[in-house]
């Protein structure tokens, strides 16, 4: 019984994928083999594009040389195929968190027109309540303060426009308090 280690040999070289060996024989009592390394797993289309490794003679130029001229070719293909396989694994991962950024840079724009219209509308009733005379229902109908800080001086400049034509002060106006108290 002759033991042969060939197996042995190939488990060593810790390749990734499925290994594919075509032995054709030649005219000249030689042999062409062609050995291809065929990684599935890998999504990149551009491992089709890696050639097979071929070797060319006889028999037991074969035998004394397999090893040593397939193991770095193969190895490097391996490798080539599994950092190909965990570039697009990184791409894809990018992709998803660009659409999520994207998606919450939507949601905070379309918020962010939605707050803007509120104000907008707020601001908009109540300079229509003010042309009517209506000055202190256009007061109450402005947008709070406390929900559009970024426009807290035009709004305080709106109160105090509505507020001048209908809360009277009782400094800066002594003859009409005196008319009020003294009928």
């Known amino acids: 019984m002759v033991q042969t280690n060939f197996f042995r040999q190939i488990v060593k070289l810790n390749l990734t994928g499925d ?35 071929n070797l060319r003679g ?8 397999f090893f040593e ?16 396989e965990g570039f697009m694994k990184q791409v894809e991962e990018a992709k998803k968190k660009s659409a999520m950024e994207k998606e919450k840079s939507d949601k905070e724009k379309k918020e ?25 229902e256009a007061w109450s ?3 709070k303060v406390s929900e559009f800080p970024q426009y807290v001086d035009v709004i305080r400049k709106k109160q105090d426009e ?13 003859q ?6 003294n009928p």
């Open 176 to 181: 009409q308090a005196q008319q009020i108290s």
């Open 112 to 136: 962010k027109e939605g707050k803007d219209k509120k104000y907008n509308d707020a601001l908009q009733k109540a300079e229509q309540l003010a042309s009517e005379g209506k000055h202190k």
């Open 69 to 84: 001229k397939v193991a770095n070719p193969l190895q490097t293909v391996s490798g080539l195929m599994v950092d190909m």
């Open 19 to 53: 290994l594919q060996l075509t032995l054709r024989a030649t005219e000249e009592s030689g042999f062409v083999l062609s050995i291809l390394l065929i990684n599935e797993q890998c999504g990149d289309k551009a491992r089709k594009l890696i050639p097979p490794l």
């Open 141 to 143: 109908t402005l947008p």
């Open 58 to 65: 006889t028999a037991e130029e074969l035998d004394n040389g």
């Open 162 to 174: 509505y507020e001048a034509h209908f809360a009277h002060n009782l400094f800066t106006e002594p």
